[in-house]
């Protein structure tokens, strides 16, 4: 919806990998919202999809962690397409 902050009425949204230990990740999703961001994105993955060594936080156990420590920003799960994934590779997706 447009009003004078935002007279377009665009929302944009930021991705915020879980890398970080929980206290920067929480000053991030302030930050983020403080920025004037609608929407905060975080991969659903159990590890980086780079490097399964880098410390990554559960995203489903995040949300909640993030409700509690914003007041207006959205969180959302956005599933990560890996190639040669049968499962989000559309070019080798099972028939």
Not at 26 to 39: A, K
Request: glycine share 8%; net charge negative.
């Amino acid at each position: 919806m447009a009003d004078s902050v935002n007279p377009t009425g665009l929302k944009f949204g930021i991705f915020l990998p879980p890398v970080s230990p929980w206290p920067v990740l929480r000053e991030r999703v302030r930050l983020v919202e403080q920025l004037g961001f609608e929407s905060l994105w975080m991969g659903d993955k159990f590890a980086s999809p780079g490097d399964p060594y880098v410390p990554w936080f559960e995203c489903w156990a995040l949300l909640p962690g993030f409700a509690a420590c914003t007041e207006r920003v959205s969180a959302y799960v956005e599933h990560i397409r890996q190639k040669g994934d049968p499962h989000t590779d559309g070019e080798n997706r099972p028939t």
